[in-house]
């Protein structure tokens, strides 16, 4: 089993909806990070939680740390939101990261 | 600020071949980490340095070796390539090795072993 698990794999949305990608950890983290790779390759840090709640633009990102699950949420959808999302941890105090198999989001317009 | 390079952008080698790869942090950023993304499997964790000397290491072969200069920046080398090493090479780097750092990642390198 992996150590990160994300869900769902594939999402397919149409322009305005609203969004939730979810991740759950079965390790101790430091940290979890949500990131977002554009096809080419380049990968793009969105956000940093240990706790609590984070909102940038459209984006929110939670994380309960009891229940080892994080969620992020894009509100107003747009096709230039389409990418991979994918959820990473600090396993302990390492400073790697252990990653998730990504979400493929498609937004239509 | 110029962000986390890498050089080259592709690299085609053969089977048996050794390989290089750079990754030049951003300016004052102390920690580098190495990732492999090869297809179908997502990222996986390959090398982490940070002040010069190797901090945690991947499930990865000791044909996978890298190193840390004196000003930050990195190689990776991967000796007697196997075709299923093809796969995109990502460094990032982070200002300490703290967990509490977010990571800034680099263009990446695509390895291509034929």
């Known amino acids: 089993k992996n150590e990160v698990e994300q869900s769902p794999q594939n999402l397919t949305a149409q322009e305005g909806e609203f969004i939730t990608i979810n991740c759950s950890y079965s390790?101790?983290?430091?940290?979890l990070h949500w990131l977002q790779q554009h096809p080419g390759g380049g990968i793009v840090s969105l956000f940093m939680?240990?706790?609590g709640k984070k909102k940038h633009g459209r984006l929110i990102a939670t994380i309960n740390i009891q229940e080892k699950h994080s969620s992020l949420h894009i509100t107003a959808s747009h096709p230039r939101d389409s990418a991979v999302y994918i959820c990473?941890?600090?396993?302990?105090?390492?400073?790697?990261?252990?990653f998730g198999k990504g979400t493929k989001l498609s937004v239509k317009p | 600020e110029a962000g986390v390079t890498q050089s080259p952008t592709h690299l085609i080698k053969t089977r048996g071949q050794q390989a290089t790869l750079r990754c030049s942090p951003i300016?004052?950023?102390?920690?580098v980490y190495w990732y492999q993304q090869a297809l179908g499997l997502g990222l996986q964790f390959l090398l982490w340095?940070?002040?010069?000397?190797?901090?945690n290491r991947g499930n990865f072969p000791p044909r996978f070796s890298g190193r840390q200069f004196p000003n930050y920046s990195s190689e990776l080398n991967v000796n007697a390539l196997e075709l299923e090493d093809s796969a995109l090479y990502l460094c990032?780097?982070?200002?300490?090795?703290?967990?509490?750092?977010?990571?800034?990642f680099g263009p990446g390198t695509r390895l291509t072993v034929l």
């Open positions: 990032a780097s982070s200002f300490r090795g703290s967990s509490a750092d977010t990571q800034y």
């Open positions: 939680l240990s706790s």
């Open positions: 390790v101790g983290i430091s940290a």
């Open positions: 990473a941890v600090n396993r302990g105090s390492q400073g790697n990261l252990i």
């Open positions: 340095y940070d002040e010069g000397e190797e901090r």
């Open positions: 300016s004052g950023h102390t920690s």
